[in-house]
Structure formats: C-alpha cells, structure tokens
C-alpha cells in the first residue's frame, strides 16, 4: 500500500464549485504539505502544517484553505474554483527535522477547472 | 533569495551518460534533493545530498555539490530508456520550505 495517498486523482469540475482534495499518509509523520505543479512552474507550495495545530500559509496561499483533521489527514479546499486552478495538486510529508528533512509526495491530483 | 534555476530539456542516447545542472541561490539550504517524475506519476525521490558534502554516489548516481558557485549536479552513468522522466533538484530553506526547480525533461533515444 502506498505511504501517502491522494484522492480523487482526476477530477474535472465547472467554475465557482467548492472542491476538497484530500490527502492521507500511513508513514507516521508529523508534517505535512500541499503543493500545486504548472508545467514550466515546477511545485510551489500552497499550505503547510507541521502538526495538526499548526497551519501555515506557502507562496500561492490565495483560493485554498486547509484542513488538518488528523496527523495522517490533510485536505485541501477550493471554495470557488476558478479555470487557473486548473493544475496537478500533490501532497507531501515529512518527518520532524534531523533525519534529512525528506519529504514524500502522493501520487497527485489532476484538477480541471472548465 | 530562493530562486532554483534548471535548463529544460535534456536529450542523450541510451548508455551514454546524462548530466542535469541546477542553480540555486540560498546558502542557508541544508539539504539538496534530486527528485524524478514520470509521465502521470508522483515525485520520487532519487537522492539528496547534505549541505557540507561536496559528491555522493549511489549506484548509476553522482551527485555533485560546489557551494560556492551554488551548483548541484546529477549525473547519470550508463543512462537507459526507463530514465527517460523529468528531473527536479530542490533545495531545503528556513522551516523546511522546499523550494523546487522547474524541472529537466531527460529524453533518452534508443
């Protein structure tokens, strides 16, 4: 079984409606992450949590809120989805810095926005 | 500043070695990582390589580090088709923020 897990992978929605992505891992660490890939963009992080009260905003903060249910859940919320969202999504994690602060990506979420 | 410079496209000829180039601009990063995607999958992680090192080998993998020119290298020896991905360097800042390249498409032709 895959240690982080994304769902749904695809996901095509119309302008204006409210999407959550969502996002569980199995390997036990305490931080975790979303970011959004554009091609030529390379990742940009959009949140990140380092437990579960603890949120923060990234670079493309704007659009999304989050949602730290769990250690093990992150879910990423578009309230009004708009077309330049359209993008792959990935979550990551991370274990609590000192054991090379590697972080480990999900498989992805293809979002569409038409 | 963060900044993660890589050049696009790379192509090279099957058992031949490859070598992506990245730039970065942050002398605070304590780790530096090499990730690989493949078509409609996740980021893998390669390798990475500590701050105060300056080359480390695994396997078909050499990474090589210059902190004071801020250039991290991959090279990839005897290179095959299942190679062919695209290549993210990243490097690790302040509160672990991981700042990522745009990514080198490596295109290795039969």
């Known amino acids: 079984d895959a240690d982080v897990t994304q769902t749904p992978r695809n996901r095509i929605t119309k302008t204006g409606k409210r999407i959550m992505l969502e996002c569980s891992q199995t390997k036990g660490h305490d931080r975790m992450y979303w970011y959004r890939q554009d091609p030529g963009l390379g990742l940009r992080l959009i949140y990140y949590s380092f437990d579960v009260k603890d949120i923060n905003k990234g670079e493309i903060s704007d659009g999304y809120s989050v949602s730290r249910q769990a250690q093990a859940k992150f879910s990423l919320s578009l309230e009004s989805a708009i077309p330049n969202q359209t993008a792959l999504y990935f979550c990551?994690?991370?274990?609590?810095?000192?054991?090379?602060?590697?972080?480990?990506f999900g498989p992805g979420t293809r979002l569409t926005v038409l | 500043g963060e900044d993660v410079e890589q050049s696009l496209f790379l192509s090279v000829r099957e058992g031949d070695s490859s070598v992506i180039n990245c730039t970065y601009t942050d002398s605070s990063s304590t780790y530096l990582y090499w990730y690989k995607q493949e078509p409609g999958a996740g980021l893998q992680l390669l390798t990475y390589i500590f701050s105060n090192m300056d080359m480390k080998q695994d396997q078909r993998l050499t990474v090589l580090l210059n902190k004071k020119d801020k250039h991290l290298s991959l090279r990839i020896a005897d290179t095959q088709t299942g190679d062919s991905a695209i290549y993210f360097c990243?490097?690790?800042?302040?509160?672990?923020?991981?700042?990522f390249g745009t990514g080198t498409r490596l295109l290795v032709s039969p």
């Open positions: 990551a994690t991370s274990a609590v810095s000192g054991s090379s602060d590697t972080q480990y």
């Open positions: 990243a490097e690790i800042i302040r509160f672990q923020k991981l700042v």
